[in-house]
Structures are given as structure tokens and as C-alpha cells.
């Protein structure tokens, strides 16, 4: 008799041990995965690119990396949701300045789709009198690092002597190239340069006014700096490109010099903030800067 209880109390722990195991099995199954990689892809040409990363032709949660020629499919890790900086998005994105993954909210999404050539066409057999329409299309505003430092990409070599480094800002970040070089042990052998791709500190801008003391116009200059150091010029520069800083159209009141302790005040259209409106509180009221609206008594001003 102890020997049958014995054999059904084993008989019932291994089938709660199956029945768990199976349990768990299925949650390894439902459990959310991260996307695969694909290596050896054919819809992406790395011929002749140096080894690193790309900005996906389609998906910028995705990234190419090019290998010794190869072509391989990353994707960028997944995105923990109830994060705000996920912004909504199950996956980083890719950001091809700083060559990694960042977070969605704060990296703009940016694919490269290969180029295409434009389809050929026979010539009609007959000659044919057409209305000629003009279409004025709008030049886009994006720019690359490409565009923006004519001839320099992240990897490619460089001269020696290229002592001039380029700067630029991308959505309130500044970026940079500078020459590596490489100087070998042996003094027989050239010293090479590669130029690298570089980021400013987060509350810094790109400063190409900077020079050395040799004052070298053409030949040196640029480094990271404070906003307030910059001349106006860069200001202005960094103010008007749409890639750097997008001003929203905001309200804006103020008060004149000559008029602290009055009531009179002006306001400036959001939309274009250029048309200047004069306005007055109601008689005895002043205008107080501070809380943008009329009171009693304001601050440093007579009651």
C-alpha cells in the first residue's frame, strides 16, 4: 500500500512539473521580441563605402551596415513605451549624424532611398502642338551633412595638412568634421588622415569665427563655443535655418523705455511678427511687464 501512494504522489508532482513547464513555454512564446538582422542584403550597395553605419533606404528604425562591401539590415533596439521620449514608437530611431540610435521624440525620422534615373521614352512619330505649363516647386529645406560640408563624409581620407574643420547645426545640435591622422612608429612610413565625425556639448554651438593666434583667415578655425559668444552673424545664420532652430509663432507684449509707469504697451502679431500694434490700459491703470497685463501698481513705479 506505501509503495502505491508513493508512485501516485510521483506520478502527480511530474505532471504539475509538465504542466508548468508547458505554462512557462508559452509565455516564452507570446513574450515580445526584438526584429531580426539580416546579413548579406542585396537591395543596398555598399561598393566602394567605407566600413560602418548608413541611414536606412525606408525605415528609420532600421540602419545598413556596410562591412568589407557587405550590406546588413540592423535594427535599432525597442523603445520601453510608457517612456515619454519614445514618443509613441515601439523602436529607437536612428539618427545618421550621430551614427546610433536614439530616442524617437528627439531624432528626427531620415531615410536615404537609392536614387533613381528617370524613365526613357521613344520620341513621338509625329510632331504635336502642346500648351507649355510652368510648375514652380519649392527647393526642400533639409540639408545633410553632405550638402553642408561640400565633399567630407565620416571615413574617407583626408589631406595631411587639413587643418580647417567644418561645422554645422542640425535640430539644436552642432556637429563637426575634423582630420584624424595617424602618425606611425616608424618615420619611413606617411602619416595618414581620416576625417571623423564629431558632436558639441549639448548647450554648445559651433563657433567657425574662432581662430588661433596665428589669424590664418582661410587656413584654421571653428570649435565648440557659448551661445552669447557667438557674433551676430552666426546668430542670425543659426536663427534662419530651419534644419537648426524652428521658431514658433508666439505672442509677444512689451513696453518702451519711454513709457515705464504708463499704461501704454504694444503687442506683436504671431503670424508675422512684424505688424506692431499700440495699445493702452484703461485710464488709471499701468502696464506691468512682469504679469503682461494691466494693474494698480506695478513694481518700481508710483501707485
Known sequence: ???????????????IGWAAAKENHHKDNVA??????????????????????????????????CSNGYASDMACPDCDLPNTL??????????GFKERCEWPKITECIVDPPATDPPTTDPPATTTTTKKTTTTTKEPTTATPITICHGITAGHTCEKDQCQPCGYCWNLH??????????????????????????????????PDL?????????????????????????????????????????????????????RYWYYDPKTMEDREDLECPDGLKWDQASENCRKCVDGCEC
Not at 500500500?1 to 505532471?15: I, R
Not at 537591395?43 to 541611414?55: A, E, F, L, M, R
Request: hydrophobic share 25%; charged share 25%.
Open 1 to 15: 500500500m506505501n509503495c502505491f501512494w508513493t508512485l501516485s504522489l510521483l506520478m502527480g508532482l511530474a505532471a
Open 211 to 263: 581662430k588661433p593666434s596665428s589669424g590664418v583667415e582661410d587656413g584654421f578655425g571653428g570649435a565648440c563655443d557659448k551661445w552669447e559668444n557667438l557674433s551676430n552673424a552666426t546668430r542670425d545664420g543659426y536663427l534662419a535655418d530651419e534644419n537648426c532652430v524652428v521658431i514658433p509663432d508666439v505672442c509677444e507684449w512689451g513696453q518702451d523705455d519711454d513709457d515705464k509707469c504708463t499704461g
Open 174 to 207: 552642432s556637429f563637426y568634421f575634423r582630420c584624424q591622422r595617424t602618425f606611425p612608429s616608424d618615420p619611413k612610413l606617411e602619416i595618414t588622415g581620416e576625417w571623423v565625425h564629431e558632436e558639441c556639448d549639448p548647450d554648445l554651438w559651433w563657433n
Open 32 to 65: 515580445p521580441r526584438s526584429r531580426p538582422n539580416y546579413d548579406h542584403i542585396d537591395y543596398y550597395d555598399c561598393s566602394g563605402k567605407p566600413n560602418g553605419t548608413y541611414v536606412h533606404p525606408t525605415d528609420c528604425t532600421r540602419f545598413i551596415m
Open 86 to 95: 519614445c514618443h509613441g514608437s515601439p523602436y529607437l530611431t536612428y539618427d
